[in-house]
């Protein structure tokens, strides 16, 4: 984080800007304390986070934790959940229209190392149902996909879904490229490997958001702050550029 402090000669008072950073994704209804978190993240300059759900309780203790300023939620029925929680599908209308700190419908997608209790065609459909509700809602889609990127980008062409965030992108420099081009943006979780260094090399600032995936991958919200240094690293540019674009990436996409 840098500051910037008035000169002492000029006679002004002392003043200091802050970076804003953004997490597009994590969990925060994981935490004992989400509310702590919460403040602790804001003290760091981690003013915006973008908490996800996926099974029924998941996404009611989210909603609720939404009414804190400066958190919003996504709600959706995952890959993991598609057999068991696909009547969760059926209220995600519902509870969206319950709270305008909910932007999105999330996460959602197809995974195939959950595959064997949930067949793969049922987490295709259950996914095709949700992004239809987003798209009828005018909602963007955010979107968890384990082995399965051509198989996603499957449906969201089809359904000509426009406004999808890859959560903890997989896939490689030319698919992100190709992502892009469409309109979508890359997420890139603190987990470094030569692979996502191409991504993010590929790749221009206005696609790409940053996400923790706490306490999941990352230990807290604040762990964006270190993938906005990795990218800034990566890219030859400030970090202040990277902060910036990349809330405003977050803001731009949910409407917030
Ligand atoms: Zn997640």
Do not use: W
């Not at 999808?164 to 943006?185: C, N, P, R, S």
């Amino acid at each position: 984080m840098e500051q910037y402090t008035a000169s002492v000669e000029m006679k002004k008072p002392v003043f200091s800007t802050r970076l804003e950073f953004a997490d597009a994704h994590c969990h925060l209804n994981l935490f004992n304390d989400a509310k702590k978190v919460m403040m602790d993240s804001r003290d760091m300059g981690v003013s915006t986070i973008i908490t996800a759900g996926g099974c029924r309780k998941d996404n009611r203790e989210n909603a609720e934790l939404a009414s804190i300023d400066g958190i919003f939620a996504v709600v959706g029925v995952s890959p993991d959940f598609s057999s068991s929680d696909s009547a969760e599908v059926e209220t995600l209308e519902k509870l969206v229209k319950s709270s305008r700190k909910i932007v999105g419908i999330g996460e959602i997608g197809i995974d195939v190392k959950v595959a064997k209790g949930n067949g793969l065609e049922l987490q295709e459909e259950v996914f095709a149902r949700q992004v239809r509700i987003a798209k009828d809602m005018g909602l963007p889609v955010v979107l968890h996909s384990r082995g399965a990127l051509d198989k996603v980008m499957g449906v969201l062409d089809r359904e000509c879904m426009r406004g999808a965030m890859f959560h903890f992108f997989e896939g490689d420099a030319k698919q992100a490229v190709d992502i892009a081009a469409k309109g979508h943006f890359i997420s890139i979780p603190p987990a470094e490997t030569g692979k996502r260094k191409k991504v993010i090399k590929a790749v221009g600032l206005d696609s790409i958001v940053v996400e923790t995936d706490s306490p999941i991958v990352g230990k807290t919200p604040t762990d964006v702050i270190k993938v906005c240094e990795m990218i800034a690293l990566i890219k030859g540019v400030g970090v202040e550029d990277v902060a910036a674009r990349t809330t405003e990436n977050i803001r731009r996409l949910f409407f917030i």
